[in-house]
């Protein structure tokens, strides 16, 4: 099991695309190694007076739970983007359960509920999580997850959810190719910090914004956000 899953990540690392979270090839592939991850290697197996084989032993199991945890975010993305957000909350949720404190996971989850209209919950879930933070370790919330939960407790957060339907990556995108990869190229760009777009609202510019940061790979990886400056009231 441990020697498939490893060569089905693999595959989907070394497949030429723009994100594996549109590619249906590698979302397979992901899904049937996030199938065979049932829980950390060899976590009851032992051998007597050997700490050779202790340390070993831990250092696989950690490198194996990341990579079921990065597996998993990536197909909680999909589900996303597909609309499918109960799927995206389980995605979410298995991570949770490998690792309780993989603050992304955390915010995947309040997505999932934000999609599937359950604003209270989503809430909930982001007290829990810093009850869970201050009395495990003492800490608080990233300000992404505390911008994520101002944005549900406004309201403003819904739009981010809404996708379109199955065909959009074939369709919403015609004609629209040599902009979108100027986007993601710059988006690339290890010189810059930030790629602001300037566009008439309802001309489908958001759908440019979220694709470019997708197809931008793991150059803008946990670093891509969308912040709508529509409704600001001042310049600052």
Not at 157 to 181: E, H, I, K, M
Request: aromatic letters at 8%; charged letters at 20%.
């Amino acid at each position: 099991d441990t020697a498939v899953f490893a060569s089905l990540l693999t595959q989907t690392r070394q497949h030429q695309h723009g994100g594996c979270e549109t590619c249906h090839l590698c979302i397979g592939q992901l899904q049937e190694a996030v199938a065979l991850y049932e829980g950390p290697f060899l976590a009851e197996f032992f051998l007597k007076d050997s700490f050779a084989f202790d340390e070993w032993a831990l250092l696989k199991r950690d490198q194996l739970g990341r990579m079921a945890l990065a597996a998993l975010h990536t197909v909680a993305e999909h589900y996303r983007l597909r609309g499918d957000f109960p799927q995206m909350e389980q995605m979410a949720r298995r991570q949770i359960e490998i690792y309780p404190f993989q603050e992304s996971a955390h915010r995947q989850v309040m997505v999932a509920l934000i999609g599937q209209e359950q604003q209270a919950a989503a809430l909930a879930h982001y007290r829990q999580f810093g009850q869970m933070l201050a009395a495990e370790l003492g800490a608080s919330p990233e300000w992404k997850t505390s911008a994520l939960c101002a944005q549900i407790q406004m309201d403003q957060f819904t739009r981010l959810v809404q996708s379109p339907n199955d065909d959009w990556r074939t369709t919403a995108f015609d004609g629209r190719q040599p902009t979108l990869a100027c986007v993601a190229t710059n988006a690339r760009n290890p010189e810059g910090h930030f790629l602001v777009l300037v566009c008439p609202i309802g001309t489908g510019n958001t759908w440019l914004a979220l694709q470019s940061a997708t197809q931008s790979g793991d150059s803008v990886q946990d670093r891509a956000c969308f912040v709508l400056l529509a409704e600001v009231a001042s310049a600052e």
